[in-house]
């Protein structure tokens, strides 16, 4: 029997007798299986006789995009002659399905076809026709944008021209009129996403929505936009992003005690991304928010915002991965490769043999750069692959370097070995054997108690807290960003395990910091003890370098200070600062060797003047 002709109407085909999940080859002749599921098979499926196509074959010698009947197949809308419909949808788009529901059928006064007729006498393709060539302040012409002929669209597009002011310099923290008519009250839980949350406030039109997986058109080349032109364009133009998160905003400004300029930052950062997008419904990634101080947005904060809305796509690297590529750059692809999986394996743990759980990303950073020094070497005589690596060449390229730098390498070598030789990428372990160097710890040194008088004394009270914190207490730089406001009761600060109480100097510059800090910040939520402008609107702790950056003490030099002075005081009782300080036993043994240094005496410090 011929197949019928291309013009021959096609029923829709029924599922395969087998997997019940394709549909059968051919309906005529009856062909009651798949290509894949015919007896003897799986066979190839031909070409499509219509299109010549040899992929997606669908049924009847035909693929999904010509098949009549296929569910892939786009046409033309019943009411508008839009072209993107689908038969699931009854050949209709979402604006005529939504006409069907509530205007009759009838004949339009300006083209004549039997369809749906709204208010005006006019069809829903002529009433898009006349806004499409509508002119600003005059109605619409239906007889005089149909007079000649119609412009057919696109199904499911949006024409209607938005007006949207511009931002206001000094808009109110208060929640807006879009809030205020909202059928629906908010109601704010602290395990309730944001979405979900302001669902009924989010005012972006229906049927536009925000995917990570959405297509973008790839650019011919990269140009960078103009920056003024980018800054005029989000002034003036509304978005589909800003919509979407001003109820995300408003309860950011309000709960973060946001300043009004720091409110109109991210508005206007949200405002730049959706310029700057290439598809106005995909999800935003960190990298491109990172861009924005080239067009004077605000990155923090709104990668807050994105990140509470839903909408944040997070792919920036760590400090240990941007570390990572700068010293692995110019190495040869196949050790790149195997140093790459090296690191994840240390960053992210390992249920595969070798198992290992994740290490501290300053441990990674350390071996690292052990790594790299005598990798380097093996570079320039030519290997590509740590395969080629034998226990010779470690110990040649381990001989020049000073202990410190010895022991780290030797620590990376053996980790970097060890996991690939349990994934199977090196015959064997060359560094199997090979003992690691001793290494010598520095001496602590004595600072001038002149100097710590003088920072203690600090005009900034977060600098005279935080060296008052170090200098009695000897606190470590990571607990003293990591301290709570909770954590202090009634003079005693709790690290843990520690309970320590708070000296009489500590807590007289404790007092003035939270004055400060409320005086300031009086509406900040962040829990931590330590804030700056930058983290008084969130809820994170402070950076490495705050307060410390343009103050002549470093926190771990300080720390040494106390200790070194405390092995002094006591006559070497190690038990004493294992238990003040929190220190193993390693730490203590080697400040306990100062104690007959001829250069630490009096004290631990010149004159032997202690601090007051």
Known sequence: MPAPGPDAPLRLPPRCNKCQASPVAWTSPRVDFCYDCLPGGPFTTPPCRWCGTTNDYFSQGLCVLCHPRSPQRAGSCKGCLAWGVYPRYNWTCWPCRWWRTHYPEGTCDHC????????????????????????????????????????????????????????????????????????????????????????????????????????VQLALFDMAPDPEAVRRRALLEDSELTRYCAAVVDDHAERYGWSVRQRNDVIRSLRLLQTLRENPTAKIRASDVLQLPRYDGNIVSTIDVLADAGLLIEDRPNRVEIYFAAKAANLPPQMREQLELWLNAMLQGSTQAPRQVPRDPQTARVQILGIVTVVNTWVEAGYTSFAQVTRADIEHALEPLNPGRRHAAELGLKSLFKTLKGRKLVFANPTRGIKTTTFTGTIPLALDPAVIRTELNHPDPVVALAVALVAFHALTGKQLRAIKLTDIVDGRLTIGDRVIPLAAPVLTRLTAWLDHRNQRWPNSLNPHLLVSRRTAPRLVPVGHSYPWK???????????????????????????????????????????????????????????APIE
């Open 550 to 608: 343009g103050v002549t003490l470093r926190p771990q030099a300080l720390r040494e200070d106390r200790i070194l002075h405390e092995i002094h005081a006591t006559g070497g009782d190690v038990r004493r600062i294992y238990d003040l300080f929190g220190l193993n036993v390693d730490s203590a043994t080697r400040y306990l060797k100062t104690i007959e240094h001829p250069d630490l005496a009096n004290g631990g410090k010149p004159g032997g």
């Open 112 to 215: 004549g076809r039997l369809a749906r007729i709204g208010n005006s006498g006019a069809c829903r393709l002529c009433v898009e026709q006349a806004q499409i060539t509508q002119e600003a302040g005059r109605a619409l012409d239906y007889a005089g944008a149909n007079q000649h002929s119609q412009q057919l669209f696109l199904a499911n597009m949006l024409f209607k021209r938005r007006v949207t002011p511009r931002l206001a310099p000094q808009p109110s923290l208060r929640r807006g009129p879009r809030a205020r008519n909202a059928n629906t009250t908010r109601v704010r839980t602290g395990d309730e996403p944001w979405r979900s949350r302001y669902k009924n406030q989010l005012p972006y039109p229906a049927g536009t929505g925000f995917d990570d997986e959405a297509s």
